[in-house]
Every structure is written in structure tokens, then in C-alpha cells.
């Protein structure tokens, strides 16, 4: 696989449909961190300046749990890839940060796209999703699309308008497999998009005693990707506690570290009045996690400059 992208990736460049600085987030295998992982690069570059517009292209909508923004049924987003308008953004998620919200009517597109398919005007996904996108594009430094696991037809439509593709993975070999079937669909959708960079792959939810594990993982994944794309040095530990309250409370790490803080200091203010103190957080603290999450975000912001680098040459 390696010989091959690393061929693909030496052929001559063409125009294509891509929307620059657009970053799909990608794996064959769901429950890797791909949703989380995107939600706190999206708030960490925001946080640094950049205008940052998210797309949830996953059906089952699980970016508002990230984000905390109330679960919508996709069909705003439904409707604009239907009529070829630009799709409805919410504003203001965070300071920085809007979003195009999925949800469940996201599941029609494949059939949808069946039903178009004898229509020699009707043009496949990936041109749906450009003209409901690229309206909003001049608005952005940044757009980040997180996409489902097993959703071929959406997944190669993020791709088909996508600069570059992260791959979220775990340690199971599972989730190593998924990593393969994201590089299958990268490779399918090369030909129509050949501005498409495979940007490099995060190991998420790592023990944070597993060294050696971390190490045979990263040695599979670097000869599985050869010279195409590094993994990315800064590796996302496992903390269950703190992903568990993040998603409760709607909350990025670094908001989570401040706000388990906050909870700390009311809950000893209440033991100190006599009260039972509520508690609300399963984690002390946030372990570090806001730390890497800022880490990787530098470490993709510099991959996505390295690329566009590479395509102006």
C-alpha cells in the first residue's frame, strides 16, 4: 500500500473540486476518537485565531455532544445538498467556530444518490456537497468535516472536496484495519481530487503506561504508510473519565480543566459551609488531554501548511 500512495502522490497535480484548507477526519472503524479529535482541533486552532467552519457528515450527529450544541436532525443540510444551496451554518459554537450540524436524515443520501444516478446531469456527491460548501469557504481559515465510519458514499464525498485527510486511530487491530479501508476510499477518490494529501494519522486513546504497545503500533502504522504521512508525534491518552464528563458537559478539554477546577473549589467552598456538595465530574482533572489536544492541533496546522507548500511549488 505504501508503494502505491507513495505513487499516487507523485502524479502530475490537476485542478479538481477541492476547497483549500478543508481537512476531512477519517476512519474505516467507528469509536476511535475521530469525532472528539475533530471537535478539539476545531476549538484549539480557534482558539489561535483561525475562523474554523465544521461539517458533521455523520448521521448519527454525535459532533453536538463534543460541542454541546443541541442535537439537530440534519435536515438543513439534507435539504441544500437536495436543491444545490448553500447549507445552513450555525453561528458562534464557540468564539471562532461555526458548524453545519448532521443528524439522522443524513442517512437518505444513499439512497438518494441511487435514485439520481440515471440523471447524466445529476453529478455524484462529492459535486453536491461543493456547491452546498464552497459559497461558505472564502468565510474560513479552516474547514474540518468529520465523517462516519462506515458511510462509503458520504465519506468519498467529504474527500472528493477535502485538501487533506486525518486518520484518527486506536492500538486494536481493528481499528488498524480501519485505517486501511480509509486508505482504499483516499485511493478511489484520487482521480477526480488529485490535490487530495493524506496529512498523517493520531493515535487516540493510548494507555498511558503502554509505551511498548504505542511503539509496535506506530512501527505497523509508519510501514503501513511509508514516506506518503507521518503519524503525528503527539499521541491522545486514554482518560475515560474526562472523555466521559467532556461529553456529558458539552465541553473541549481545555474547557473541561476549568471547569473541574471551578467544581473543585465550590465543592470544598460547601464542606467548609456544612453542605453536601454536588458533584458533577466523574474526573479530578483533565489529565493532561487539553495539552496534547493542543499539541496535535500545532502538529496538523503545520502538516496542512507543509502540503499547501508542497502544491504551490
Excluded: C, W
Excluded at 280 to 298: D, K, P, V
Aim: charged residues 25%; without cysteine; negative net charge.
Amino acid at each position: 500500500m505504501a508503494r502505491s500512495l507513495q505513487a499516487e502522490r507523485n502524479t502530475k497535480r490537476h485542478d479538481s473540486a477541492a476547497i483549500d484548507r478543508t481537512v476531512a477526519f477519517a476512519n474505516g472503524k467507528g469509536g476511535v476518537g475521530k469525532t472528539t479529535t475533530a471537535a478539539n482541533v476545531a476549538g484549539y486552532a480557534a482558539i489561535a485565531g483561525a475562523k474554523v467552519l465544521v461539517i458533521d457528515l455523520d448521521p448519527q450527529g454525535d459532533l453536538s455532544r463534543d460541542l454541546g450544541y443541541e442535537s439537530a436532525s440534519g435536515q438543513g443540510l439534507f435539504n441544500a445538498l437536495v436543491t444545490g444551496t448553500t447549507a445552513p451554518v450555525l453561528k458562534d459554537i464557540r468564539e471562532n467556530l461555526d458548524v453545519i450540524p448532521g443528524g439522522q436524515a443524513l442517512e437518505d443520501i444513499q439512497g438518494l444518490m441511487f435514485s439520481r444516478s440515471t440523471r447524466a446531469d445529476a453529478g455524484d456527491f462529492g459535486d453536491m456537497l461543493h456547491r452546498s460548501i464552497e459559497p461558505l469557504a472564502e468565510d474560513y481559515d479552516l474547514i474540518i468535516i468529520d465523517t462516519p465510519p462506515g458511510e462509503r458514499t458520504l465519506v468519498e464525498g467529504a474527500f472528493a472536496i477535502a485538501t487533506a485527510v486525518v486518520i484518527p486511530t486506536k492500538s486494536d487491530e481493528a481499528s488498524i484495519d480501519g485505517v486501511e479501508r480509509v486508505a482504499r476510499r483516499f485511493m478511489a477518490v484520487r482521480e477526480r481530487n488529485p490535490n487530495l494529501q493524506l496529512a498523517g494519522v493520531v493515535l487516540f486513546g493510548v494507555g498511558p503506561r503502554s509505551l511498548r504497545l504505542e511503539r509496535s503500533v506506530r512501527e505497523t502504522l509508519e510501514e503501513m504508510l511509508g514516506t506518503v504521512a507521518p503519524v503525528f508525534a503527539t499521541r491522545i491518552r486514554s482518560l475515560e473519565s474526562a472523555s466521559a464528563d467532556a461529553r456529558k458537559k458539552g465541553l473541549l478539554f481545555h474547557e473541561l480543566e476549568g471547569a473541574v477546577t471551578q467544581a473543585q473549589k465550590d465543592r470544598l467552598k460547601a464542606l467548609r459551609a456544612g453542605i453536601k456538595p454536588s458533584d458533577g465530574f466523574f474526573s479530578r482533572n483533565a489529565g493532561g488531554l487539553a495539552e496534547e489536544f493542543e499539541a496535535l492541533t500545532g502538529e496538523i496546522l503545520s502538516r496542512l501548511n507543509e502540503i499547501e507548500s508542497d502544491d504551490n511549488q
